[in-house]
Nanobody
């Protein structure tokens, strides 16, 4: 069992920055690919970013490329999402997830093993 707890959400003006953190406890953190998804009101949850077990492979959805950076610190059992140049359309609840993936190159999630509870990010125009 892995427990995931997100933090760092909040209200920010367009063009600003936030850093989300996701602290994991339980099974060995480094066994899992980690990622972030988000869900805006009235919309389906969508993939945002992912990172493989050792940080050597990352993946982003097109709308956040060049603005968001995912990273992880296996010694601290934590994954981060640095969000810069935020836009109102980034407003959503952001969820951290853990998924076991057998390949080195990280892929979008297909069978998430664990989800966090979510943290709200609101970007005002």
């Amino acid at each position: 069992q892995v427990q995931l707890v997100e933090s760092g959400g909040g209200l920010v003006q367009a063009g600003g920055s936030l850093r989300l953190s996701c602290a994991a406890s339980g099974r060995p953190f480094s066994s899992y690919a980690m990622g972030w998804s988000r869900q805006a009101p009235g919309k389906e949850r969508e993939f945002v970013a992912a990172i493989n077990w050792n940080g050597g492979s990352t993946l982003y959805t097109d709308s956040v490329k060049g603005r968001f950076t995912i990273s992880r610190d296996n010694a601290k059992n934590t994954v981060y999402l640095q969000m810069d140049s935020l836009k109102p359309e980034d407003t959503a609840v952001y969820y951290c997830y853990a998924e076991f993936q057998g390949s080195y190159t990280v892929a979008p999630p297909t069978s998430v093993n664990y989800w966090g509870q979510g943290t709200q990010v609101t970007v005002s125009s």
